[in-house]
């Protein structure tokens, strides 16, 4: 009987170019160490004053998921052997990430996200990562679009 834990490759994806390409990395790992591969989105309630109806956080849930399930549809192949679970969940991006790579084999993240400045090397996100993750981490970096 076969009791061994699968690897696990956690890999955050927010949909931009440096994330897609971050979860193609892991993808290509995964398939080469049979990994299993959590493509993680995170979303946060955006600040606001005053009061919002309770269906906005599950709006923005269900905004986040589409997003996710899009990034996984356009870099997956048919053929490619890969178990992915999709990941979405509320709450800062760098906190999430570390706390999902707790027990994993290693963390893929792209060199920066959605909110980074133009010219940054390494995203807040990606930084944070670096220094705090449980398990190794590799920042994919490129600079062309996929």
């Known amino acids: ?76 192949t048919d053929d490619a052997p890969v178990k992915i679970l999709e990941i979405v969940e509320s709450g800062h991006a760098a906190e999430i990430l570390l706390e999902r790579a707790r027990g994993a084999d290693l963390l893929v993240v792209g060199n920066r996200g959605l909110g980074g400045f133009a010219g940054t090397l390494l995203g807040s996100v990606g930084q944070h990562c670096v220094q705090h993750a449980p398990c190794p981490v590799v920042v994919v970096r490129g600079d062309q679009e996929l």
């Open 1 to 76: 009987m076969d009791t061994a834990v699968p690897h696990r490759i956690v890999v955050g994806v927010d949909g931009s170019t440096p994330s897609r390409r971050a979860l193609r990395w892991a993808l290509g790992q995964a398939a080469a160490t049979g990994a299993l591969v959590e493509a993680v989105m995170c979303w946060r309630f955006p600040t606001v004053y005053g009061w919002a109806p309770a269906s906005v956080d599950r709006e923005l849930g269900a905004v986040a998921g589409k997003m996710l399930a899009q990034a996984v549809a356009e870099v997956t």
